[in-house]
């Protein structure tokens, strides 16, 4: 069986290797493992709780309707940090191709945790499609307005947490001449570095990148994540290095932010205003691609 569903979570095995598969909670439809040949690929907390009581610390988190604390829109600002589509349960939906194995996951107001809901009462529609190759994982998502009247806003982002050895040692590419907003500085800028480097926290949002600008982790030369993205304009790459970790009770151990960085495709820069009746979607592919440099055009 390629698939292995218990009340908390749903376990993915590719047919042609069973040392690769993906796991995901159904609180907050989080994958929380992805092994390729054995070898994991996402980093998690030792102090995650999967318990359904807050979410996940690593893995692939699923930020929705708003990214960060938005302090600008009347409804939107009434939802805790990252939204609610983490902090909800999500309905397994089934299989919808053998191979490579791929299922879905939705969810809904109706569904939705509701003491967000009540904060949030916009009606939507979101089903989550999760593919698993033999050496890559494909996450989308399709967001629906169901309203006849009104537009949905809201930003999306793929929370990703890739597991590296050493962050010391380790370099994020083919991001060079993007505009930037790092949230540490609290500036706007060009980033004309060749790489990004980690000397310190680091948590910038890089705008508006082009869909075929393939972000890679690099470490000693060698790609270690190649992460692509499809109708995804921005990127967020984060480490909380020292102090910031050491402000999150569930992050740990407290040298973990060694052990993985932040590369996350999303829609943060501005909202999408969903019109009635349509759709978008969207989608995240990680891999182990050769190593690409793309330079500043």
Known sequence: MSIQETDAKVILTHPDNQNTSVTILKYGATVYSWKMDGEEQLWLSTG????????????????????GKDETDPQLSKLPQHGLAR???????GQTKANPPTIQFGLNKSIANPEMTKLWPEEFNLIL????????LKTAIEVENPSSFSFLKFNWLFHTYLKIADIEDTMVSNLAGMKVHDKVLKETFIDKHPVIQFQGEHDVVYEKVDDDRVVQVVRHGKPV?????????????????????????????????????????????????LAPGKVWKAAQILSKDALKYQAIQ
């Open 129 to 136: 499609t999760i593919e698993l190759g033999a050496e890559f």
């Open 87 to 93: 902090n909800s349960t999500w309905e397994f939906l």
């Open 48 to 67: 995650a709780l999967l318990d359904g009581s807050k979410p996940v610390r690593g893995g692939i988190p699923l930020v929705f309707p708003v990214f």
């Open 225 to 273: 994540h190649t992460v692509k993205r499809e109708n995804l304009q921005d990127v967020v790459v984060w480490n909380p290095w020292i102090e910031k970790s050491k402000g999150m009770g569930d992050f740990q151990p407290k040298s973990g932010y060694k052990e993985m960085v932040c590369v996350e495709p999303g829609h943060v820069s501005d909202f999408i205003d």
